[in-house]
Each structure stands twice: as C-alpha cells, then as structure tokens.
C-alpha cells in the first residue's frame, strides 16, 4: 500500500454537523476519517497531521510556506500528500504551492468540499476517496480534486460558490477527468520545472490589488505597496483617458512598482496588443500576466517580492511558464 500523508488545514469538510470544525488532535480526525469513510484505510497507509484548523480566509503566507516545508520535510517517507483545505482561497495556495513543490516529483492533491463530510448529503466522500486515489497514481502534479476533476493547482479557480463542481481551470485541460474511470490526461505530470533558484523563502503580499469597474476614481497605492496587481476588463483594458489612472501609472513608473495586469474574465487572458488601451497601458511599462489566474499570478508576484526582486524580474517571471501555468501559445491539446 502507498504511504501518504493527510494534511487537514480546516475548511467545510472537516465541519462537525453542528458548524464547529472537527478536533484538532491528529489522532482523532483520523477517527473521524475512518469513521465517516472506512475504504480509505483500504486505500492506502494513511498518516494524518493538523498544521491548523481554520476557515480558509484565514490562511496567512506563513501558513502556506509552512505546508510547503512540512511536505518537503516529509517527502522521503510518502508516496503522496492530500491537503484538506477550505475552498475559498484553495487556489492560491494551490498556486503557490504548485510553484513551490514544482520538483517534488510526488503528488500533492489539494481537496475540500461543499458540505461536511458528517452530513448524509455531502460531496466531501466522493473528493476525499478521489484525492487518495489520485495521490497514489505517482504524478508528479499539485493540483485540486473536486467534483468530477483534477487540476492543475497554478491554473485553478473557484468558480462555483455552491455547485459540487466548484473548481476549474479555465485555460488548461484538466489534469483527470473523475468518472467511472479516473482518466488522466497523457501530458499530467508533464511539464519544464523553471522556478527561479532562491524563491521558497517568502511570500510578500504587500501587493496592491485593483479590481476596477466603469467611472472608478483612481488613488495611488498606499505607500508600503511593493507592486500592484490590476484586474483589467477583457483582454486587458482599462480607461486609459482618465487623467487619474495616467497619474496612478506614472506614479508607479516613478516608484518602479511593478505592474501586473490580469483579466476579470476567467476564460482567456490579456493580450495587450489587442486593443488601442492594453497597448497604452503597456507604453506605460504593465506587464501583462496572459493566462495567469489571478491566484497564480498573485503567487508568482509575492514569490519574487518574497526573493527581493523588482520590475524586471517580475516582468522576467511573467515571460516564463515556471511549472505549467498555461501561457499564450503554449496551451495543451484538449484531451
Ligand atoms: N469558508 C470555507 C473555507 O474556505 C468554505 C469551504 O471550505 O468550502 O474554509
């Protein structure tokens, strides 16, 4: 039987009925596990750690970093790790892990679900049963388990505040479709480890982030801000006559934050050249982050802040496919 390790980090699915999260003692979660889903001792030789117990919103970048360093601790003992995590900010640590773990070269399926495991209804049987079964395929692959896929944690979003298929990966084919078969996709598992030497030692989140919408003033970020992620319209707009957002501009030329921008449309990403706007806001020297999710691109950004990097090697990073985050030109063929 495959060894692996069971990180438990809070969210829905280790609720008890009554709301509260299940205990916090390794020992008695794994109770619970077995209780609520005894095949998985069948599955696998499962060890189980609690680094924290919380709702999702809370999780810091030290939680994120620890978890990173705790599998990496670990990674000589397990053939794979199942991170149970909330679902809210799943994709960023997903991302972040998915930069950081990129040459483990063992699997690491982050899961969670809609409803808790101790409710008769629930999906978080299904993606917990899933999550084990994919960890102990030997893909070398971080990513989320959910609903009917897997996907690659640097290409993940949730989409879905309720449905049982809350994540997907907009810009990439799933990792796994989960059927009756769990059919893999020929290329999981496949991709050029490029993340830069130097990057796992911290996650700098003092990134200003814009989600603008029509007739929105612009202010020029708080003073601490080391970089600026805008969520622009489409491919990548934003109103470039406004005079306020020529001035936020300049002001960041001037202050040589970097300025990274992404799209509010989940499918697709920003191509700059496409219209008279992007080109102007790349005059005013923003990167743009092309297929980058928001949460992979934030990950990104605060790994090379994290590193004391500046605008060119933010602009260097979002040049390069780091581990397998779709680029333009570079997708997979649809499996
Ligand atoms: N608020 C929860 C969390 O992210 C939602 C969930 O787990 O589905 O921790």
Redesign the pocket.
């Known amino acids: 039987m495959r060894a692996i390790l069971l990180l438990h980090t809070?969210?829905?699915?280790g609720m008890m009925p009554s709301g509260e999260p299940a205990s916090l003692a390794p020992g008695r979660f794994l109770d619970h596990l077995l209780e609520q889903v005894p095949e998985l001792g069948q599955m696998a030789s499962l060890s189980v750690e609690v680094p924290f117990n919380?709702?999702?919103?809370c999780v810091e970048p030290g939680d994120i970093l620890a978890l990173a360093a705790r599998i990496r601790a670990t990674a000589r003992d397990f053939d794979g790790f199942v991170i149970i995590?909330?679902?809210?900010?799943?994709a960023f640590t997903a991302s972040c892990l998915g930069f950081l773990l990129a040459d483990l070269g063992k699997p690491v399926v982050l899961t969670?679900?809609?409803r808790p495991l101790a409710f008769v209804r629930s999906d978080a049987r299904s993606n917990l049963v899933n999550a084990v079964d994919l960890a102990c395929r030997a893909v070398p692959e971080v990513g989320i388990c959910f609903g009917t896929h897997w996907v690659r944690g640097v290409a993940a979003d949730k989409l879905s505040v309720h449905q049982f298929e809350a994540f997907q990966s907009p810009n990439l084919p799933p990792l796994a479709e989960i059927g009756a078969e769990i059919r893999l996709h020929p290329d999981a598992g496949r991709f050029e480890h490029r993340v830069p030497a130097g990057l796992d030692g911290g996650l700098d989140l003092d990134i200003h982030t814009v989600t603008p919408h029509p007739g929105m003033a612009w202010s020029v970020p708080p003073s601490t801000a080391r970089a600026v992620l805008i969520q622009a319209f489409g491919a990548g707009n934003l109103p470039m006559g406004r005079a306020d957002l020529g001035a936020f501009l300049r002001h960041c030329e001037d202050r040589k934050l970097p300025v990274v921008v992404t799209s509010q449309c989940p499918y697709g990403g920003v191509d700059l050249s496409a219209y008279e706007m992007g080109r102007k806001i790349e005059a005013a020297s923003a990167i743009s982050g092309g297929l980058h999710t928001r949460w992979a691109a934030l990950a990104k950004l605060a790994l090379v802040l994290g590193a004391g990097g500046g605008v060119e090697e933010v602009r260097e990073a979002f040049r390069t496919q780091w581990a397998g985050e779709p680029m333009p030109g570079e997708a997979w063929p649809q499996a």
């Open positions: 809070g969210g829905t699915l919380q709702d999702s919103a995590h909330g679902t809210d900010t799943m969670g679900s809609q």
